[in-house]
């Protein structure tokens, strides 16, 4: 029954890395590929038939509550973490809301991902996303035996294998991942100065709970601007988009290279704009070219050319032509 899955997101992150952006929202509001990051996730959950959600927020938490509230019809629980202690305490903080809970979904906030979740439900132990990576220092890797997960490490200067735990996690033994992350913050067990939801897993198997892999291809990282960037572009590309055809009768005098998102309460004039742009509701382009870029909302972008770009929600970009008088054999860049 999918009534006995609970869903959580930790969101409480101030998403340093992509300021100037999250001076004013939290880093899962900022757009990409056509909706806020948090929306994906949700989208996902919502397609798998979950229903109970506990969201853990902190910084401008408010912001998240009004978006959830105004789009979703989630039974929707909201836990303050108003120490970032680490990701295990985040979870431990949601023990009280997932108390009728028989198996727990927990994703990160800022993982964005494309892969068949109704396969993972169908599972009886307990599953963890992960990816094959190149750096496994910066994330927690597994290591395996048997096809089943033998142990796990939170960023290891030495890794055993390069599988790197990406965010995704499904837990059939709630009970004891609760009991495990109390015990380590009782404790006081720490890696890297935070108490890690790797280390209360390392103690479930270390009690005897089965746990196995499951392959996540389709992970997009949303930590920084380029990382942004990236994801928007990987995004668009897979999912379906508005093509120039539809685009010609929308905006007439434009000229829209897909893959593309364009709200429907967005407006072009006079531009061209794409490939791998995400342009979000009553944002306005006009006289600009504008090209693997996310535009927020009602953001104004006139008289220049864009590309790799982020600009918020409410900013004007703007410029005007320039007046050269070039002679010959003359060299001139604005890069």
């Given at each position: 029954?999918?009534?006995?899955?609970?869903?959580?997101?930790?969101?409480?992150?101030?998403?340093?890395?992509?300021?100037?952006?999250?001076?004013?929202?939290?880093?899962?509001?900022?757009?990409?590929?056509?909706?806020?990051?948090?929306?994906?996730?949700?989208?996902?959950?919502?397609?798998?038939?979950?229903?109970?959600?506990?969201?853990?927020?902190?910084?401008?938490?408010?912001?998240?509550?009004?978006?959830?509230?105004?789009?979703?019809?989630?039974?929707?629980?909201?836990?303050?973490?108003?120490?970032?202690?680490?990701?295990?305490?985040?979870?431990?903080?949601?023990?009280?809301?997932?108390?009728?809970?028989?198996?727990?979904?927990?994703?990160?906030?800022?993982?964005?991902?494309?892969?068949?979740?109704?396969?993972?439900?169908?599972?009886?132990?307990?599953?963890?996303?992960?990816?094959?990576?190149?750096?496994?220092?910066?994330?927690?890797?597994?290591?395996?035996?048997?096809?089943?997960?033998?142990?796990?490490?939170?960023?290891?200067?030495?890794?055993?294998?390069?599988?790197?735990?990406?965010?995704?996690?499904?837990?059939?033994?709630?009970?004891?991942?609760?009991?495990?992350?109390?015990?380590?913050?009782?404790?006081?067990?720490?890696?890297?100065?935070?108490?890690?939801?790797?280390?209360?897993?390392?103690?479930?198997?270390?009690?005897?709970?089965?746990?196995?892999?499951?392959?996540?291809?389709?992970?997009?990282?949303?930590?920084?601007?380029?990382?942004?960037?990236?994801?928007?572009?990987?995004?668009?590309?897979?999912?379906?988009?508005?093509?120039?055809?539809?685009?010609?009768?929308?905006?007439?005098?434009?000229?829209?290279?897909?893959?593309?998102?364009?709200?429907?309460?967005?407006?072009?004039?006079?531009?061209?704009?794409?490939?791998?742009?995400?342009?979000?509701d009553r944002a306005t382009i006009k006289n600009a070219?504008?090209?693997?870029?996310?535009?927020?909302?009602?953001?104004?972008?006139a008289n220049i050319f864009l590309e790799r770009s982020?600009?918020?929600?409410?900013?004007?970009?703007?410029?005007?032509?320039?007046?050269?008088?070039?002679?010959?054999?003359?060299?001139?860049?604005?890069?």
């Amino acid at each position: 029954m999918i009534n006995d899955v609970r869903a959580i997101i930790p969101v409480a992150g101030v998403g340093s890395r992509l300021r100037p952006h999250t001076y004013s929202m939290p880093k899962v509001l900022l757009h990409v590929a056509g909706k806020p990051i948090l929306g994906h996730i949700l989208d996902e959950l919502k397609s798998l038939g979950i229903s109970k959600v506990t969201l853990i927020v902190g910084y401008r938490g408010e912001m998240i509550r009004d978006f959830v509230e105004s789009t979703y019809h989630f039974q929707t629980t909201y836990v303050a973490q108003e120490e970032l202690k680490g990701l295990g305490h985040a979870i431990s903080l949601t023990r009280e809301s997932a108390r009728d809970a028989k198996r727990l979904l927990i994703v990160l906030g800022d993982t964005v991902f494309k892969v068949d979740l109704h396969k993972v439900l169908k599972s009886e132990v307990s599953l963890i996303g992960v990816k094959e990576v190149e750096d496994p220092q910066r994330f927690g890797i597994i290591e395996l035996r048997g096809g089943a997960i033998s142990g796990m490490v939170e960023k290891p200067e030495a890794p055993k294998t390069n599988m790197a735990i990406v965010g995704i996690y499904y837990v059939t033994e709630p009970a004891i991942l609760f009991e495990c992350l109390e015990e380590n913050i009782r404790r006081g067990k720490t890696t890297k100065g935070e108490f890690q939801l790797t280390d209360a897993l390392q103690r479930m198997l270390e009690r005897g709970v089965e746990m196995k892999p499951f392959t996540v291809d389709g992970w997009y990282d949303c930590g920084g601007p380029e990382a942004l960037l990236r994801t928007n572009r990987e995004m668009l590309t897979h999912l379906k988009s508005l093509n120039s055809e539809h685009a010609a009768e929308r905006f007439p005098g434009c000229i829209v290279n897909a893959p593309v998102s364009i709200a429907r309460t967005a407006e072009l004039e006079n531009s061209i704009v794409g490939p791998y742009v995400t342009v979000a509701d009553r944002a306005t382009i006009k006289n600009a070219v504008v090209r693997d870029s996310i535009i927020s909302r009602n953001a104004s972008v006139a008289n220049i050319f864009l590309e790799r770009s982020i600009v918020s929600d409410n900013a004007k970009v703007e410029s005007k032509p320039y007046r050269l008088n070039v002679g010959d054999s003359s060299e001139f860049s604005f890069a």
